[in-house]
Each structure stands twice: as structure tokens, then as C-alpha cells.
């Protein structure tokens, strides 16, 4: 059956054409790699809007007092930034990402729901479009944080909250379409021969990765949707003189939110343990391991939403079940810096720009690691608890984490994407700047918050201006390097020196058995991955043993 | 794993983007009509933006489907084709678990902690010191703060037009179950008749559910706004009620294709999708049955 469909049903037309012309072609394509590109595309532009939210707030605390903007519009760029950095930055790429790769990696032509794909991804506009331009609306934008408690995002809220609500909604939407897409894909279209556990750990990371997104986006579309009767139809869930109770509002956004900080961190996970043996020239330590952690974090990142509620008022035993629940996820998460770690040892490496970003992925990753570890003790959370401490840390695992995790990706794949190699000199110029930016961005706020300094707030204490200068400096180093970056893709994209179907003598898998840049059709015919080697499990294997 | 030598790739389909459409037009219409309520502002075009966009989501639906329908009825799917449906149809009814789990963790949370602890009891019985008066019951028939949020004066109770609804739609999974029983063994007769008989039950009970609401609206001043019993109350009904009434679409647009002669015992997942989302939908209702209505 090889049927190539339109709207109208008549088929066997078409059938190995290229891409369509003009504005079409994106707007009513179904070619997972069209759909991958938009994504990732999207992905960048968020990433630059977010960016410059964050430039705002750095700005206003280069120094202590007020300077640039009024604290309602400090607020309205706190609550953007982490809104738009989350939804729009993060969580795009690694679609982006999974619909690129997914496919090829696992021998299939195309996603499985390719329609349902297009319209996930051109969802995404709408709902951005609608979220920025409450910034435009009477009343300002969302200025409650990027968490939205009530009654802050109820009661107290401006009227764009509502529009807010739908925003969230329509994303919601997108990302269990893009996540069921994938699950069926990963479930249904792998190659003869390719078993579960030769799948890469892309592939894997994203498998569990879909299924946290199908069981978590759900309930916040169920704590929105309590909002919006809330604001609208005057029902009380999160208001205690109707009987119901503002901490409702923290149980069933935190069940969606911390599931939701590993649905930003496992593919990061799943894509350096392919890029780490590439460049170590080495086959992944631990493959089943990784699996099996990678589960078991899914798993736990249930049953320890509360440990953001420390200081809320849980009971007793609330608290100690979720402080040692919580310390419990750095049991697998150590297995896999461990893994990380021992596939590096006496490898043969060399450190090109997606190596560098993994690397540096592991070391500064666990940074994040640690200081989580630290919040997760209850008693010193008290103290830790939304002060720039937090800061620090989420940054530490979203931004070398999450970012060069996809940062990494690019460098790495990009020959593939674009049939040319990058400018490996910028690229370099492009992670140490990031990497000393970002260092000097964040590291200092372990400083400030430990000694007090409370975060979202427009103005500070004069004690702490010399390290908020620190982080600001970093923070526009880091920033301007960014269009570096854009660049360097630009760059890549017009031209290069051609990439080989496989540029990373090292690397593995089924990616790198189409030339470069990929056909926009692969797989039609499904490779056979029966007599793969065992051994070469975990990368994808190749073609020819 | 696919047993095939080449796969199904469909080409460009511009329903996606109309779909993205209609549902941005039908959100900020609705967006825009309860803002300006809220407002008390006298003019508002959100009504009408949300009817265009309404229209438009029908639209996008019948082209969308009718498409699906008419590749299928051209033999164009392959089974591999029919196992991503299937796969995309269950984690789509796990999605839809997981959004009613949300508002039936915020009962068990209500009615364990929070109105315990607003009555001084438990761990965090210290909330008592807002409305010292409060006494907790459930049925919630007295709320902290009887000015903001009047309380009801009776609840449905559980024995009376629930429990038929709870009959009514037990009857409906068995007389689906043996439609599509009919249909595997090719009695089309089975189908039609078990199929009508399911969306009459429905129908039933969309009727009563309505009348259920009408009484509570009326001589319980059971509301919305009557505190956290109504509101756990309307909202688990309420989003219960919404997708019985997409099941009963969704079953009717199957009836139509069986009298159309659509399907045959092997292939028949559009059929099967349907009664797979309408056993769900039956179940979420015993849920709710037992914790809203009974205990
Ligand atoms: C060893 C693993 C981790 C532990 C033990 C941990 C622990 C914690 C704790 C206890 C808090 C709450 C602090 C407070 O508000 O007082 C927190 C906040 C946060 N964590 Fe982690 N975490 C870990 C990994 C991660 C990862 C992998 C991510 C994301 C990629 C992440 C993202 C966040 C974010 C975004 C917040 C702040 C939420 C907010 O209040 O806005 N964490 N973490
Ligand atoms: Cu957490």
C-alpha cells in the first residue's frame, strides 16, 4: 500500500515529488522534516522574544532601585519570560527535534498522524499570538508568574487573564497532538528489526517524554479551566470562603509542573547520549540502564509535585514524603551522569561544538542537580524557597540543560539537516561565550539567594548589587551571543563545505544512512534492521553490520 | 512491525490550517464575550466572532472527517495505517482520563483536607480561625462565607434521576457492545438496531441530565456560584454531560455511515473509536455516580 492521498481522496498521483512551491508548502505541508523546520524555527523566534523579556528584567537589575520599567510591567516581563521560554522555546525544539529525527532514526517515512502534525504545530502561532498580545491589552498582560497562583491569576488578575487561559489551552492541545504523534509513531512505524531496545535513547527519552506530556497537559488544562469558572462563573475552587482553597490551585498546577521540568529535560537526555559516543568514539555505557532510569524518573516525577510547596502549609508527613520522594530522582539521575561520564572514559575524544554543549550538559547540568537536591531538604527550603536560589537553580538545569542540550542537537545534526557543514570556528566562539555568559549569569545568584534575595521583584537591597551587576553582564553576553548563533545557522543553511551522509566519524544510527541534506522523502521502503549486531544497541545500529 | 514493502505518506491537507483557525476565532470570540460580561460593558462582538468560529469548526470537521472517510472507503489504509488510528484514538481517551482526574482530585482534596482543616480539624485546622463558625459537612450545605457564595439548600440526590442515568447508560455500553458484535458477525440488522437503541438511551439521558439541572438551578439554588459542592458538582456533570453529547454525535455520524452501508466486519475502526470513547465516557459517569451522587 503506497498510496500518496489529497483532500480528494484519488490517489497515485504525485507520488515522489518534492516539496510544494511557495507559502503551501508550510502551510499545508505534511513532510515531517517541513514540520520539524517550522518548529524549530519557531522554537528560535521564541527563544529571541523570551530572551528579550529576560534582557528587560536584567536591565532593570543591573542596578538596585528602580530605572527602566514600572514594577506592574516588571511583572508582566517575569511571567512572559518563563511563559514564553517554557512553552514556546523549550518545548518546540524538542518537537522539532523529535519530528526531524524521530523518523529517520527509527527507519519510518514520515510521523505516523501527519496531518494531526500540522495542525500541533500551527497551533502553536495561534496560541503565541493570542498570549503576546494580552502584553497590548487594557489592563496589561499575565503579571502573576509564570505559575499563576491564585488568587493572583483569579481574583486579583487583569482582564487579558482570560485570553491567557485560552492561550494555554490551545498549547495544551498542540503539544498531546505532538506527543500522541509521536507514541504512535515510535509504536507503530519502526522499521522490521528495529526492537524496542535498539532504539536510540533520542527515541526512547522521547517515547516517555510523550508519555508525560499525554498524562500532565490534560490537568493543566483542568487547573485552567477551574480559573477561568473561577473568574467567570463564580464558582470557588481556589477561594476558601466558598469552601474551596487557593492551595487546590498549587497541588493541580505542581502535578502538571514538575512532570513538566523533565518533559523539558529527557530528550536534552536522550540527544547527549547519542552525541557523547559520537565524539568518544565509543558505544553508550549502561544502554538499558539509561532506559530503565529514564523510567524510573518519569515515574517518581509523579509523586513529588509538592516539594515546591514546602512553605505552603502541608501537613507533617506531607513534607517528609515529599523531601525524600524528591531526593530519590537523583538516584537515576546519577546513574546517568554516571553513564555519561563512563562512556567519555578512555574514549578517543575529540570536542567539536556538540560535544563541547554535551559536555558541558553534564557538568553543569548537575550543578542544577545539586542545588535541587539542596531545595528538596524541606527545613533549608524554608529558607531557599522563592529567593534567587531557585533561580539559580532551575536556570542551571533549563539553560545548560535543556538549551545546550538543544544547542548540541543542532550543531550535531545540522550537517544532516542542511547538507553543509557549520562554521566549526564560530560555533566554538558560539558555546564559550554561552558558557562563560550563562555561568556568569546564573552562578552568582546562588550567592544573592542564599543571602536572601527574594526573587520576582523589580529592586533589591543594596548588598546585593555587585553580584546582580555580575549576573546582568552575563546575562548580555549571553543574550548577544544568540545572534551569533542565528548566524552561524544562516550561514550553514546558504552554503559550506558539504557534509558526507555521515560527518561525525563516530556517530551511529540509521540518521546517518541517508545522505545529507536528507531527501525529502526517506524510508518509503524500510530498511531492515534485523542483523543489526547486539552490540551495537543503543545507537540505532547500522545498515551494514 | 509492518509486514509491507512501502508505507503511506498523504499529501498536503489544508484542513489543519483552517482547523488552527477556526479554533483561534472561536477562542477569542469566546475570550472577548465573557470579558465584556464581566465588565458589564454593554456592546460586545465576541458573540459573534465565537459563532463564526463555531461555524467554522463544524465546517473543518465535516471536510476533515468526511476526507478520512472518504481515503478509508477507497481502501487506501493500510493496517499499519489502522494502527496508528488505534493508537492515537487510546492515548487520546488517556488525555481525556487524566483531564477529568483533575477535577476528581480536586473533590477528594476538598472533601479529605480542605474542609476538615476549614473546620479545625487536622493537620492544618488552623484555617478554622477564618470563619470560626463554619461547620464542615458534605453535602456542603453551609459555606465559610454564606455573602459571597450563598449555599444551596438541597443536593440531587443520588436515588432518583442518577441512578436511572447511571441504568441508562450501563443499558447504552451493553446494546453498543452488541451492535458491533452484529457488526463483526455481518448482521448489519444487529448493527443499526443496537446503534439506534444506544443513542436513544443517550439521548435519555442528556434529557434527564438537563432536567436534573433545571431542578437544581431553580428550587435547590444548587448553582455555579453555590460554593465548592456546586462547583465540583457542575463541573464534573458538566464536562461529563459535554462529552456524552460528543459520543452521541459521534455515534450518530456511525449510524449514518452503517445506513450509508459503510464498513464490514474486518475493517471498521471509525465504529470501534466511537464505542471505545463511548465505554469511556460510561465509566467516568459510574465515577462519578459513586463520588459525587452516592457517597
Ligand atoms: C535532582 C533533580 C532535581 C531536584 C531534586 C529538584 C528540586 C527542586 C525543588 C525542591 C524546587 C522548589 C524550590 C522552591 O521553590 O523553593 C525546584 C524548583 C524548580 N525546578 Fe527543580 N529539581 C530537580 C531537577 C530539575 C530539572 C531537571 C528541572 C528542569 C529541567 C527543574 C526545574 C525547576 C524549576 C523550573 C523550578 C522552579 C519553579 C518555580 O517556582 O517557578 N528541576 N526544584
Ligand atoms: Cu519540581
Request: charged content about 10%; aromatic content about 16%.
Amino acid at each position: 500500500m503506497s498510496a500518496v492521498i489529497d483532500d480528494h481522496g484519488h490517489a497515485g498521483h504525485d507520488h515522489h515529488h518534492g516539496p510544494a512551491k511557495g507559502l503551501s508548502r508550510w502551510l499545508l505541508t505534511t513532510n515531517h522534516k517541513d514540520i520539524g523546520s517550522m518548529y524549530l524555527w519557531f522554537s528560535f523566534c521564541a527563544f529571541l522574544l523570551g530572551g528579550s523579556f529576560a534582557m528587560v528584567i536584567r536591565a532593570e537589575l543591573f542596578q538596585p532601585g528602580l530605572q527602566i520599567v514600572q514594577p506592574e510591567f516588571f511583572n508582566q516581563m517575569t511571567t512572559m519570560h518563563g511563559l514564553v521560554m517554557v512553552f514556546g522555546a523549550v518545548m518546540p525544539a524538542f518537537v522539532g527535534l523529535a519530528n526531524w529525527m524521530i523518523p529517520l532514526m527509527i527507519g519510518a517515512p514520515d510521523m505516523a498522524l501527519p496531518r494531526m502534525n500540522n495542525f500541533s504545530f500551527w497551533l502553536l502561532p495561534a496560541a503565541f499570538g493570542l498570549l503576546v498580545s494580552t502584553l497590548f491589552m487594557e489592563g496589561g498582560g499575565p503579571n502573576f508568574g509564570w505559575t499563576f497562583y491564585a488568587p493572583l491569576s483569579t481574583t486579583y488578575a487583569p482582564e487579558s487573564v482570560t485570553f491567557f487561559i485560552f492561550a494555554i489551552h490551545l498549547m495544551g492541545i498542540s503539544s498531546i497532538m505532538g506527543a500522541i504523534n509521536v507514541v504512535a509513531t515510535v509504536l507503530n512505524l519502526r522499521a522490521p528489526g528495529m526492537t524496542l531496545m535498539k532504539m536510540p535513547l533520542f527515541v526512547w527519552t522521547w517515547l516517555i517524554t510523550a508519555f508525560l506530556l499525554i498524562a500532565v497537559m490534560p490537568v493543566l488544562a483542568g487547573v485552567v479551566t477551574m480559573m477561568l469558572m473561577d473568574i467567570h462563573f463564580g464558582t470557588s475552587f481556589f477561594s476558601a470562603a466558598g469552601g474551596g482553597d487557593p492551595v487546590l490551585f498549587q497541588h493541580v498546577f505542581w502535578f502538571f509542573g514538575h512532570p513538566e521540568v523533565y518533559i523539558m529535560i529527557l530528550p536534552a537526555f536522550g540527544a547527549v547520549s547519542s552525541i557523547i559516543p559520537a565524539f568518544s568514539r565509543k558505544p553508550l555505557f549502561g544502554y538499558t540502564s539509561m532506559v530503565y532510569a529514564t523510567g524510573a524518573i518519569a515515574f517518581l516525577s509523579f509523586i513529588v509535585w509538592a516539594h515546591h510547596m514546602f512553605v505552603v502549609g502541608i501537613p507533617l508527613v506531607g513534607e517528609l514524603f515529599f523531601m525524600y520522594a524528591t531526593m530519590l530522582i537523583a538516584v537515576p539521575t546519577g546513574v546517568k551522569v554516571f553513564n555519561w561520564v563512563s562512556t567519555m572514559w578512555r574514549g578517543s575524544l575529540t570536542f567539536e561544538a556538540p560535544m563541547l554543549f554535551a559536555v558541558a550538559f553534564v557538568i553543569l547540568f548537575s550543578i542544577g542537580g545539586f542545588s535541587g537536591l539542596m531545595l528538596a531538604i524541606a527545613p533549608a527550603d524554608f529558607q531557599y524557597h522563592d529567593t534567587y536560589f531557585v533561580v539559580a537553580h532551575f536556570h542551571y538545569v533549563l539553560v545548560p540543560g535543556a538549551i545546550f542540550g538543544i544547542f548540541a542537537s543542532a550543531y550535531y545534526w545540522l550537517p544532516k539537516w542542511t547538507g553543509h557543514m557549520y562554521d566549526e570556528t564560530l560555533a566554538k566562539l558560539h558555546f564559550w561565550l554561552s558558557f562563560i555568559g550563562m555561568n556568569l549569569a546564573f552562578f552568582p545568584m546562588h550567592f544573592v539567594g542564599l543571602a536572601g534575595m527574594p526573587r520576582r521583584i523589580p529592586d533589591y537591597n543594596l548588598q546585593f548589587a555587585d553580584f546582580n551587576m555580575v549576573s546582568s553582564i552575563g546575562a548580555f553576553m549571553f543574550g548577544a551571543t544568540q545572534l551569533l548563533f542565528l548566524f552561524i545557522v544562516i550561514k550553514c543553511i546558504r552554503g559550506g563545505e558539504p557534509a558526507a551522509a555521515k560527518p561525525w566519524d563516530g556517530a551511529e544510527g540509521l540518521e546517518w544512512s541517508v545522505p545529507s541534506p536528507a531527501p525529502y522523502h526517506t524510508f518509503q521502503v524500510p530498511p531492515d534492521m534485523n542483523d543489526v549486531h547486539e552490540h551495537r544497541k543503543g545507537t540505532g545500529g547500522e545498515l551494514t553490520p | 512491525m509492518s509486514t509491507h514493502q512501502t508505507y503511506y505518506v498523504p499529501a498536503q491537507s489544508k484542513w489543519p490550517i483552517i482547523a488552527t483557525l477556526a479554533l483561534l476565532i472561536t477562542v477569542y470570540g469566546l475570550g472577548s464575550w465573557f470579558n465584556d460580561l464581566k465588565a458589564d460593558r454593554a456592546e460586545s462582538n465576541g458573540p459573534l466572532i465565537f459563532f463564526i468560529g463555531a461555524l467554522l469548526i463544524a465546517y473543518m470537521m465535516f471536510g476533515w472527517f468526511g476526507a478520512v472517510v472518504k481515503e478509508s472507503r477507497a481502501g487506501l489504509y493500510s493496517p499499519q495505517m489502522d494502527r496508528s488510528f488505534r493508537w492515537g484514538m487510546s492515548w487520546f481517551i488517556f488525555s481525556e482520563v487524566m483531564f477529568f482526574s483533575a477535577f476528581f482530585g480536586a473533590l477528594f482534596y476538598i472533601r479529605f483536607w480542605v474542609g476538615p482543616w476549614l473546620d479545625g480539624d487536622g493537620a492544618k485546622g488552623v484555617s478554622a480561625m477564618l470563619w470560626p463558625d463554619f461547620e464542615y459537612s458534605w453535602p456542603l450545605l453551609n459555606n465559610p462565607d454564606p455573602k459571597l457564595y450563598p449555599a444551596p439548600e438541597g443536593v440531587i440526590g443520588a436515588w432518583g434521576l442518577p441512578l436511572i442515568n447511571t441504568i441508562l447508560l450501563v443499558t447504552s455500553s451493553f446494546t453498543l457492545t452488541w451492535a458491533h458484535h452484529g457488526l463483526k458477525k455481518n448482521n448489519r440488522k444487529q448493527t443499526k438496531i443496537g446503534l439506534a437503541i444506544t443513542l436513544v438511551l443517550g439521548a435519555i439521558f442528556l434529557v434527564l441530565q438537563a432536567e436534573e439541572y433545571i431542578h437544581a438551578y431553580t428550587e435547590l439554588g444548587l448553582t455555579l456560584g453555590s460554593g465548592i459542592y456546586g462547583a465540583t458538582f457542575f463541573m464534573l456533570t458538566g464536562f461529563h454531560g459535554a462529552h456524552v453529547t460528543m459520543g452521541v454525535i459521534m455515534l450518530t455520524v456511525m449510524l449514518v455511515r452503517i445506513l450509508r452501508g459503510h464498513f464490514n466486519a474486518e475493517h471498521h475502526f471509525g465504529f470501534e473509536g466511537a464505542s471505545w470513547y463511548w465505554h469511556f465516557v460510561d465509566v467516568v459517569w459510574i465515577g462519578l455516580f459513586v463520588f459525587v451522587y452516592v457517597l
